[in-house]
């Protein structure tokens, strides 16, 4: 069952920029190591960081928190299936908040945008 459900956009410039000023530190910051490598090895990687960006703020606002009440960028990590489709992994912090729920993602991004939704399902 549907609990709640967060959505998120940001222009990919923004991430860009944030890269250029901050560098690795912005990088560690918020996301985890196996998503750096993933993005740093595309051609634009500030489109693939301001989707998985995107989809932790779209969780975050599913569950309520923003990075508020001890919730942090990195207790989500967007991942790939084989088939391509991106799952998110959340810590076990996350998931004792949500018991046997889960969040879904879906994602997508132009050159200009990135766009996510987060949907937090219950049983």
């Known amino acids: 069952m549907v609990d709640s459900l967060g959505v998120d956009i940001i222009e990919t410039k923004r991430i860009k920029k944030a890269i250029q000023k901050w560098g690795n530190r912005f990088k560690k910051r918020v996301f985890s190591t196996s998503e750096v490598s993933y993005c740093d090895e595309k051609s634009f990687p ?4 301001a989707g998985r960006f995107c989809a932790k703020e779209a969780a975050m606002k599913a569950l ?7 919730v942090v960028w ?3 990590e967007v991942i790939k299936t084989r088939s391509g489709k991106p799952e998110l992994k959340i810590s076990d912090k996350i998931q004792k908040r949500i018991g046997k729920g889960k969040i879904i993602i879906s994602l997508s991004h132009t050159y200009d945008y990135a766009i996510a939704v987060a949907l937090l399902l219950k049983e």
């Open 46 to 49: 500030e489109i693939f960081f």
């Open 64 to 70: 309520g928190t923003g990075l508020s009440q001890g």
């Open 74 to 76: 990195k207790d989500f």
